[in-house]
Every structure is written in C-alpha cells, then in structure tokens.
C-alpha cells in the first residue's frame, strides 16, 4: 500500500467521510484539508467561509504544497481548487490519487449554499458549478490512478478504493 493517499474530488463527493473511513480501516491518519487549512492559517473553518474564493484557493494551494512535504503514512483530503494549478495538479500524478467524482448533476443538487469553497456560488451559482466541473474533471481524470464514480452510499465508494488498494 502506498503510504500517501490522496483524495479529490467536487465539494461533497464524500472526501471527508470516505477519508475517515479508509483512515480506520488502514489505521493511518487523515488529514482533513479544511481543518488542516484552518489550522495553519489560524482562522476557524466558519472564517474560511468568509474568505474572498480567489484568497482561499490560494491558501489551499499553499496548504496541498504543504501536505506533499509532510511523509505518510495519511489520507489526505485535497480541496477541489488543486484542479486549477497545474503544477501542484501534476504532484498528485506521482502519489496514490483517487478521485471521487460525483456528476455534474449531483453537484448541483448536492453542494449546498454555505461553507468552504462556496462563495463562489453567490451570484450564479448553477454555472460556476458547471465551470467549475468542466475545467476539473479532465484534469482529475488524467491525474487519478483511480477513478470511483461517488455514490451517496460512502460506505460502498470506501470499500471499492479498497479493494483497489489491496490489489495493487
């Protein structure tokens, strides 16, 4: 097993849940890039919220450069917004990276007006979702070794990327 797995995925394609649940069943940790970006910059995850989304992504892309310092064994949950910054993107072509990836359907119906991440749905926010989906999708396909079409059902998603796992 690799000893850095990373997770990616839209907004509530289930990187925290599934996170947790492979973090138990491989007894490693995982590293939640909310509650981790909240803690390097010293804001609670509400305050996060708040940020300017250009601001935010770009404290995420300094708190994913961060994660690929740090040596595993973890689980990482890794902000969507990596998908835009080719370089730190083109890292996660060398790691374990499993993409959750949720339709762009679901992610409309399911990513919720308020959080992380979200500000950017404040004025339109069924088209910055499609923009959002049309420039990361390729990307995370291309730099995934996995690909799991998310489910609502986290426990399934989690068994899968398992099974994946312990055949490799």
Do not use: W
């Not at 849940?17 to 981790?36: H, K, R």
């Not at 961060?66 to 790691?95: R, Y």
């Not at 762009?104 to 959002?132: K, P, T």
């Amino acid at each position: 097993m690799n000893s850095r797995i990373f997770l990616i995925g839209a907004m509530g394609s289930g990187k925290t849940t599934i996170g947790n649940i492979l973090s138990e069943a491989l007894a490693i940790d995982y590293v939640d890039n909310d509650y981790g970006l909240s803690k390097m910059i010293s804001k609670s995850v509400n305050e996060l919220a708040e940020l300017d989304i250009d601001e935010l992504h770009e404290r995420e892309n300094r708190y994913a450069a961060q994660l690929f310092m740090q040596s595993g064994p973890f689980i990482a949950g890794v902000a969507a917004s990596i998908g835009d910054n080719f370089e730190l993107s083109e890292k996660l072509k060398g790691e374990c990276t499993i993409y959750l990836h949720t339709s762009l359907a679901d992610q409309i119906l399911h990513s919720g007006r308020r959080g992380v991440g979200r500000q950017g749905f404040l004025e339109n926010r069924e088209a910055e979702i499609q923009s959002r989906y049309e420039r990361r999708d390729p990307r995370f396909r291309e730099i995934s070794c996995f690909v799991v079409n998310a489910t609502r059902d986290r426990k399934k998603d989690a068994k899968s990327i398992l099974e994946y796992l312990n055949s490799k």
